[in-house]
């Protein structure tokens, strides 16, 4: 059997992480599938800039999650930790009805896989920060 893989970003811009909404009526991390011959990096890079217009620094593999997308379709999603500029603001792509920025403790309300928010516990604005660093 094979499985799809999706790339998926926690990406931190300051103090506040980047979530996409889907047309499930659900808050997700920002990324997709790569396109033929494309590395893990740089399929998410384009990934990220493609659905929010951020340029992000791609860190380290947060976790590997099987995600049921849709009824009878299984995922394979692999969660990095990333990092933007404070001063970018993002945009939502055709992809999304809307992209924002939320503060840690405006996510206990928001509808979203119970695996994205684990990604992002494990992913803190300091550990982008040290992303960024020179």
């Given at each position: 059997m094979r499985w799809p893989v999706s790339v998926k970003a926690v990406i931190w811009v300051g103090e506040r992480v980047v979530l996409a909404h889907n047309s499930?009526?659900?808050?997700?991390?920002?990324?997709?599938?790569l396109d033929r011959h494309e590395s893990l990096e740089h399929g998410l890079t384009r990934e990220i800039h493609e659905e929010t217009?951020?340029?992000?620094?791609?860190?380290?593999?947060?976790?590997?999650?099987?995600?049921?997308?849709?009824?009878?379709?299984?995922?394979v999603v692999l969660a990095?930790?990333?990092?933007?500029?404070?001063?970018?603001?993002?945009?939502?792509?055709?992809?999304h009805s809307e992209v924002a920025l939320f503060s840690p403790d405006a996510l206990a309300g928001l509808v979203m896989p119970d695996r994205y928010r684990d990604a992002i516990t494990h992913w803190s604005p300091a550990d982008a920060a040290r992303l960024l660093a020179p």
């Open positions: 499930r009526g659900q808050w997700e991390l920002p990324g997709g599938r217009s951020l340029s992000a620094v791609v860190g380290p593999l947060l976790g590997a999650y099987v995600f049921d997308a849709i009824p009878h379709k299984r995922v990095y930790g990333c990092a933007a500029r404070a001063d970018q603001v993002p945009a939502a792509s055709a992809e």
